[in-house]
């Protein structure tokens, strides 16, 4: 079982910068794959921003050249880093942790309000 703790999210105006968090129960070295997803009010959940236990990053076309992705590995975090921020960024973002070994499975933080105002 991975049980997963997110934080840093809060109120920003446009064109600030935020940085998630997002500290696991495991070492994520044996995670296949840490996500970041998002959801505002109305919308479809996103996924936002992907690196894996390889450590190659992926993002979702709406957020590429101003989100980074990133690990520290010896202290089972991932980290989110938001930057040039813009109001349809306003969502609940959440950490997600995807394995395969010993089973498929998906974890899930609590998730964390990110707010941008214009």
């Known amino acids: 079982q991975v049980q997963l703790v997110e934080s840093g999210g809060g109120l920003v105006q446009a064109g600030g910068s935020l940085r998630l968090s997002c500290t696991a129960s495991r070492s994520i070295l044996i995670i296949n794959a840490m996500n970041w997803y998002r959801q505002a009010p109305g919308k479809q959940r996103e996924l936002v921003a992907t690196?894996?236990?390889?450590?190659?990053?992926n993002y979702a076309d709406s957020v590429k050249g101003r989100f980074t992705i990133s690990r520290d590995n010896a202290k089972n975090t991932v980290y989110l880093q938001m930057n040039s921020l813009k109001p349809e960024d306003t969502a609940v973002y959440r950490c997600?942790?995807?394995?395969?070994?010993?089973?498929?499975?998906?974890?899930w933080g609590q998730g964390t309000q990110v707010t941008v105002s214009s």
């Open positions: 690196i894996t236990r390889g450590g190659s990053s």
């Open positions: 997600n942790a995807h394995t395969t070994y010993p089973a498929t499975y998906d974890y």
